[in-house]
Structure formats: structure tokens, C-alpha cells
């Protein structure tokens, strides 16, 4: 979503402001600007609507000098994707200049006030133009910058990441922040940088301070800088030390992050086993307090997206194995159903991967309200949710995913469900001792299975690419692959923008059976376990009233293999015959790669915008 950068410092800010600007291309954004100050030219804004590039190329015609500045790319929530609402925004006088990330819920009242008491006349459609405005107001009426901005803060409601310039008080960047993230870089320079994701700094510096809410930090020369709380008083802020590596932002020899994400998964997961199984097949979460996941009764998993599905598998595997009643809740929903929080037994997993997710944030602070214990599994440990959880937190370990659509931090958090659960499942004497053993014993070959699923990934794209041209497609899957037939779904569409739905596999003669034909395949896994022989009738049922079939079906499958027009192998999953009823346990972690393969080789093939698909974000920063 909205990106924000900002340097200050002895070099050329413009360079320092598009490489930071570069980096956070893949949050996803529609438009960008800039605003820069120098003594001889003043401020100087340049915006453009569209690519990065478009921006790159006005500052290629106007020579932009000045060693303090601030940049912006904006995904449109208020006014359409233009030239004219890009940000940076500056007040009539353009005296004040600001780049903003989030929503003024009161920007009518305030655009109102602005309009017939000072007669202001705004330039954009957007919420954030009022920023400028009030700040000017109250700066023209003798306040200074830091104490003009306070008195705006006052007057919003609404959520913000703000960096501000003045030509006033030129040498200088002012920052605040409302529930929207807005980090500071301590370069070794003297230089002083800003962003709203820490990963536009790690080329820098690793020293950051994360702005709290209501602070306002004054970025300065000579790498000076200040933090005042909400009453305007010094505080000491913690310098955190960033963890983020570089390297990860890199494609590795990979057309696009997406395809490199995929194939990270078996070495992410190789990783977390080690975090969390023991030689001796003991589980631990090194940093998390065993006090939170004592004497819980209840849980309450809240995400969004890719995360809620993963949630979708953890409400399984925890009810199963830990036989602990979980409920799930999409984080949007969670407002609406206040009564589903329960008492301080309730264990709330927040499941995000940027950490940053707005709705997501808003849920947990609504559950922390009613006195919820919350757990945080997130890929961030510098994110707002990681900090809101005050250390309880599992971390998916997958490093920077670039790409929009999330894959790796997608297996990476099942897993983590799993952990939770095998061990929440030995505190509460779910599953017998021995059934645990074998889980433990078999998930430590689930990279090494990963591997040889994707070592097929030709053959999957030679599978896929005939059904290039269909107008839509359903996936199929019941128990833990009927979540990874959403996934499927999603990935789909985000990327090839093709309508795609995923269903319970028994859903389908009630209802969506009505809309296939020859255009719209259905996807279905089928793979063993006790839902085998169910899952293959629906798929049959389809075939029969004309829709394409393909199946996701195992290497020695006997029966679905003899009835689809297409076949996706996947190697054989751990199996016990002692276990039955745990056959299918481990299905999802390797069920959703030819799902993910499949998605990303037609968005590929369609000409598509893989990692950046039209109209998304990779973190969602607005309600
Ligand atoms: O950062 P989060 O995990 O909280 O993000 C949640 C969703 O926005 C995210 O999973 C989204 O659905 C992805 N684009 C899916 O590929």
C-alpha cells in the first residue's frame, strides 16, 4: 500500500528518495512523487501517476538538487489514481509540503471548516491535501512547524504516517504517526532517513527507531534528530537493530520474486525445523513466554487473505491434535461479532505476514481491550503486530517476500500452526504420546518432499498452459485441502486477474455446479485420506456436465489418475497404517505448490504484471 520515504543528510536526496522509492515498489502503488528542498529553488514537487519510472523520467528533464527530501507512492483510496492526487501535497502557499499514508475519516468536516473560514481552495480529491492546509493555517497564525502539527493532530481522525517539509523551516523533516507504521533510519553519515517499511532503510543503515503513536520526531542537519511525545516532551527512544537482508530483495537468476518465493519454501521450512524440533524431537518457541499459552481453554484465530486460510488449516490441526475448540474469524469480520471474544482463557492468534495489516491491527487491539492473550505469527518481528504482542510471537522465518502474492510466508505460517498445535497438544493431552512421536518424526522430510514436488515444475506448466484461454476456473478440496483450494483460488486471481472461486468439495452440487461448462475447469485435490473417494465423486460429478478436470492426485494414485483430463503428480506423503486418520495431515504443505506453479505460469504466459498485480498492495494499511 501507500509507501513513505524521506532523507535528510550531506548527499543528493533526489538519489537516496528513488532508490527507497525502488524498494517499495512492491507494496504496490498506482502513482509517486517527490518533494525536495534546496536554497536556491525551494521546494520542488514532481508526481506522475503510473510506474516508478514515470516519476524516474521527470527527474531526468529537471535537474532536482537538495540534500533533504521526501517521497511518496500512493495506492488510491480517496480521489482516483492522477497526476494531480499523487502526493506530495503542499499547501496554497506551497510552503508546506507533506506525503501521507492512511485515511482523515472527519475530511469532510475539516475540509468544510478549511474551505469557508479560511477559503482555501483545494488542488486534489484526497483526504491527505487537508494535512497541508491545517498545518499552514496554524502555521500562519505564528506557530511554529512542530507546534503547528501538533495542533493538526488534534484536529484528525483517522489513521496517518506523515512526514512533513516547510520552507519556513527548511532543513528539516517533521514526522508523526496514528496506527500506520513510520520507522527512522540512523545512517552513519550523519545522514537520517525515514520510511514506513523498514525494508526501504536496509540498504542504509541497520539502526532504527520506530515511531509510537502521537510522537512527533524532528529529523535535523548534521544527523541530528529528537523524538517528543504527545505532550511535546524529549523522550529517549529504543534504537532497534534491523534484521532484514538485503539480499532478499534480489530476483537470485528467478524472471520474477514470485517464482523465487515458491521455490524458497523447502529451505524456509528446513529453517523453521530447526527453530522449533529439537534433535530430540522436542518442540520450543524460543522466544515465547510459556505464561501465554498456559491454561487456555479457547482459541481465536484472526488474519486476512492468504493468512486467514492458513488460519483455516491451524483450526483444523489445532482441534484435532491439540483438542482445544478454535474459532477462526476474517479480522474485517471480528467489529461485527464483539461477542466472539471470550475471557483471558482465550488464546487470539493473529496471523500476518507484514504485520502491518490494518484490519488485522484493529482486531487485536479490539481482543487486547477485553483482556484476550494474543500470539502473533508474523514474518516481521519489527512490525506493529510483532510489537503489539510485547515478544509473544512465533515468526515464520521467510524472509522479505517482494512478491504481492504471498507463497512462502503462507506454508511458512502453517507450519507454525503445527508447532502450536503438536505442543499445545502435549500440554493438554490431546493425541496420544505415541501419534505425536510420528508427527514429529515425519514433518522433519516435509522440505525434502517440497523439493521433489517442485522439481516438477515444467511438467506442471506443460499441464497448465492448455487452459491458458478459459474464462474461469473452480478448485475443489475437502478437511485441510479445502482452505488450500481457496488459496489456489486466490493466487489465481490475483495474478491472472481469471475468475476463480475455491470450494468445500460437498458445496459444489448445492449451488456453484450451476456455472460450469466446457470454459471452466475445475481444480480438485484429491489426494489419500478418509475424504479420497468423496472429493473424486465431485470431481466427477463436474467432469460429467462438461467441465474440464483437473486433479492435484498422488504418484501411485490408482482411481482419480484413470478418470481427469489432467494430472498434476505430487510425490507420496508420509504414511502410517497405524494412523489412518492422520494420512492426510501433512497433504497441504505440498497440495498448494502445484496450485502456486500452476497460477504463476499462466499469469507468466498471459503477459501479466506477476509480482505486482493491478489494483493490490502487499500490505494492506487501510480498513
Ligand atoms: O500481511 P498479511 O499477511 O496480513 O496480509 C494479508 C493479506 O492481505 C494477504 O495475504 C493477501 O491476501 C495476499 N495478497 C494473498 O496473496
Not at 22 to 30: N, Q, S, W
Not at 481 to 501: D, H, R
Not at 529 to 551: F, V
Not at 566 to 574: D, N, Q, S
Request: glycine share 8%.
Amino acid at each position: 500500500m501507500c509507501g513513505i520515504v524521506g532523507y535528510i543528510g550531506q548527499e543528493t536526496a533526489l538519489d537516496y528518495l528513488l532508490n527507497s522509492l525502488r524498494v517499495l515498489e512492491y507494496r504496490g502503488y498506482d502513482s509517486s512523487g517527490i518533494a525536495v528542498y534546496s536554497p536556491k529553488a525551494g521546494i520542488q514537487i514532481l508526481k506522475a501517476k503510473g510506474k516508478l519510472s514515470n516519476l524516474i523520467d521527470l527527474t531526468e528533464k529537471q535537474k532536482i538538487a537538495g540534500q533533504v527530501g521526501i517521497g511518496h507512492t500512493r495506492w488510491a483510496t480517496q480521489g482516483a489514481p492522477s497526476d494531480i492526487n499523487a502526493h506530495p501535497h503542499s499547501n496554497a502557499q506551497s510552503e508546506i509540503v507533506i506525503v501521507h499514508n492512511g485515511i482523515i475519516n472527519n475530511y469532510l468536516a475539516l475540509k468544510e471548516e478549511l474551505i469557508n473560514q479560511y477559503k482555501i481552495k483545494f488542488t486534489s480529491e484526497t483526504d491527505s491535501e487537508i494535512f497541508a492546509h491545517l498545518i499552514g493555517v496554524f502555521t500562519e497564525q505564528g506557530l511554529g512547524l512542530k507546534e503547528a502539527l501538533q495542533a493538526t493532530i488534534q484536529k484528525i481522525k483517522g489513521t496517518y504516517a506523515l512526514a512533513v517539509l516547510s520552507k519556513k523551516e527548511p532543513n528539516k523533516i517533521l514526522l508523526t504517526c496514528h496506527e500506520a507504521p513510520l520507522v527512522i533510519g540512523l545512517g552513519k553519515n550523519q545522514d537520517l532517513f525515514c520510511a514506513s517499511d523498514s525494508s526501504a532503510l536496509m540498504q542504509y543503515t541497520d539502526q532504527i527507531i520506530r515511531l509510537k503513536d502521537a510522537q512527533i520526531a524532528e529529523l535535523g542537519e548534521n544527523g541530528k534528530w529528537v523524538i517528543y511525545d504527545e505532550k511535546g516532551i524529549v523522550i529517549n527512544p529504543e534504537i532497534q537493530t534491523l534484521t532484514l537482508d538485503p539480499l532478499l530483495m534480489d530476483k537470485g537468476g528467478y524472471k520474477h520474486f514470485l517464482l523465487k518465493e515458491i521455490h524458497e519454501q523447502p529451505a524456509i521450512l528446513r529453517k523453521l525445523l530447526g527453530v522449533h524440533l529439537s534433535d530430540d524431537l522436542q518442540i520450543q518457541f524460543p522466544k515465547l513466554d510459556p505464561k501465554v499459552l498456559k491454561g487456555i481453554n479457547r482459541i481465536l484465530i484472526l488474519g486476512c487473505g492468504t493468512a486467514y486460510y492458513a488460519g483455516m488449516i491451524g483450526k483444523i490441526v489445532l482441534e484435532s491434535l491439540a483438542q482445544i475448540p478454535t474459532e477462526l474469524e476474517f479480522a474485517s469480520e471480528l467489529l461485527a461479532r464483539p461477542s466472539v471474544l471470550a475471557d483471558e482463557k482465550t488464546l487470539v492468534i493473529a496471523i500476518s505476514q507484514s504485520g502491518e495489516t490494518a484490519d488485522t491491527l484493529l482486531a487485536v487491539k479490539t481482543a487486547l481491550k477485553k483482556g484476550a492473550r494474543l500470539l502473533a505469527i508474523t514474518n516481521r518481528p519489527e512490525s506493529s503486530l510483532a510489537n503489539l504482542a510485547s515478544g509473544a510471537c512465533i515468526l515464520t522465518q521467510a524472509g522479505i517476500e517482494v512478491s504481492v502474492a504471498a507463497t512462502k510466508s503462507f506454508t511458512a505460517q502453517i507450519l507454525c500452526l503445527y508447532f502450536l498445535a503438536i505442543s499445545l497438544s502435549e500440554t493438554n493431552k490431546g493425541l496420544p504420546e505415541k501419534q505425536i512421536e510420528w508427527i514429529k518424526q515425519e514433518m522433519r522430510y516435509l522440505p525434502q518432499i517440497m523439493e521433489q514436488t517442485l522439481s516438477r515444475a515444467e511438467n506442471y506448466k506443460k499441464k497448465i498452459l492448455p487452459y491458458a484461454t478459459k474464462k474461469a476456473f473452480i478448485f475443489l478440496g475437502r478437511g485441510l485441502n479445502y482452505p488450500i483450494a481457496l488459496e489456489g483460488a486466490l493466487k489465481l486471481k490475483e495474478i491472472t486477474y481469471i475468475q476463480s472461486a475455491g470450494y468445500a468439495a460437498g458445496e459444489m452440487k448445492h449451488g456453484p455446479i450451476a456455472t460450469i461448462d466446457e470454459g471452466v475447469p475445475t481444480f480438485s485435490i484429491i489426494t489419500p485420506g478418509p475424504l479420497y473417494h468423496k472429493t473424486l465423486h465431485n470431481a466427477i460429478e463436474a467432469k460429467t456436465r462438461g467441465a474440464p478436470s483437473l486433479g492435484i492426485v498422488v504418484d501411485e494414485d490408482k482411481e482419480a489418475s484413470q478418470e481427469l483430463d489432467a494430472l498434476f503428480y505430487i510425490p507420496t506423503l508420509p504414511f502410517s497404517a497405524e494412523y489412518e486418520h492422520l494420512q492426510d495431515l501433512f497433504t497441504p504443505f505440498i497440495s498448494v505448490i502445484p496450485l502456486q506453479l500452476s497460477a504463476y505460469y499462466l499469469a507468466e504466459y498471459l503477459g501479466k504484471d506477476v509480482d505486482q498485480p493491478r489494483n493490490l498492495a502487499k500490505s494492506v494499511t487501510v480498513e
